[in-house]
């Protein structure tokens, strides 16, 4: 079964550092695609970057990258010089497959909270 | 501006009762979703839609139903509420199979049952 795993419920960052937020999938699929969101106190869903299953080049969104390692099915997100306002829950997020079939559900991770401290 | 419209954005609903979340988005995208996301957690797959007219079960449906009459509109009806049904609500849309590059979610409805 497809399934998202993040094992971090929370964490801590000082302002102006880089911080890391791990991220681990299972999938039969050869061709999937992973996502991250950010969703703040407000309740939004905002969406921060995207990395496709055959694409050789880690994705880099701003100050927002995503360290994709297939081998290990790990997808984890990278912030780099945080800020206050990056404080949030972060969803890691991925869909199967491509293609006339898709139907392009996504599967959550549970999130991860992040506290970036002043 | 172009986007998702949830209506309400709360709700209070007592036990047994019934509601229809709206969902529309202008963006003439062909899939949408519904997803609930309980406090603290993920968000579940309720139900989706690949086109008008098609609709399909996701992870968590038991309680649900939608429908799709149009591209633009999908709604959700709770029948019989319960207090399991407590979350917060989440319509979302995407384009075309080939540029799924993120959905765009509409704000959420946040119910409570009672």
């Known amino acids: 079964a497809q399934k998202i795993t993040q094992t971090q419920p929370g964490m801590f960052v000082q302002e102006k550092e880089a911080v890391t937020l791990d991220c681990t999938y299972d999938?039969?699929?050869?061709?999937?695609?992973l996502f991250w969101y950010k969703q703040p106190s407000s309740g939004e869903m905002i969406f921060l970057i995207y990395?496709?299953?055959?694409?050789?080049q880690n994705a880099t969104e701003g100050r927002y990258s995503l360290n994709f390692q297939k081998a290990r099915k790990s997808a984890n997100l990278v912030i780099s010089a945080s800020q206050l306002g990056d404080s949030a829950m972060y969803f890691c997020?991925?869909?199967?497959?491509?293609?006339?079939?898709?139907?392009?559900?996504?599967?959550f991770g549970q999130g991860t909270t992040l506290q970036v401290k002043p | 501006n172009a986007g998702v419209t949830q209506t309400p954005k709360f709700r209070i609903l007592k036990i047994g009762q019934s509601m229809t979340l709206q969902c529309t988005q202008d963006m003439n995208h062909n899939y949408m979703y519904w997803y609930r996301q309980d406090p603290g957690m993920g968000l579940k797959l309720i139900y989706y839609s690949v086109g008008a007219g098609i609709t399909d079960k996701g992870e968590v449906p038991n309680g649900y139903n939608v429908s799709r009459s149009t591209t633009e509109d999908f709604p959700l009806r709770l029948e019989l509420a319960a207090p399991s049904q407590t979350s917060v609500y989440f319509c979302?849309?995407?384009?075309?199979?080939?540029?799924?590059?993120?959905?765009?979610f509409g704000s959420g409805t946040r119910l409570t049952v009672v």
């Open positions: 979302a849309s995407s384009g075309t199979t080939v540029a799924f590059y993120g959905y765009t």
């Open positions: 999938t039969s699929d050869q061709s999937y695609g």
């Open positions: 990395q496709g299953s055959y694409d050789e």
């Open positions: 997020a991925m869909r199967e497959g491509r293609g006339s079939g898709n139907t392009g559900k996504l599967i």
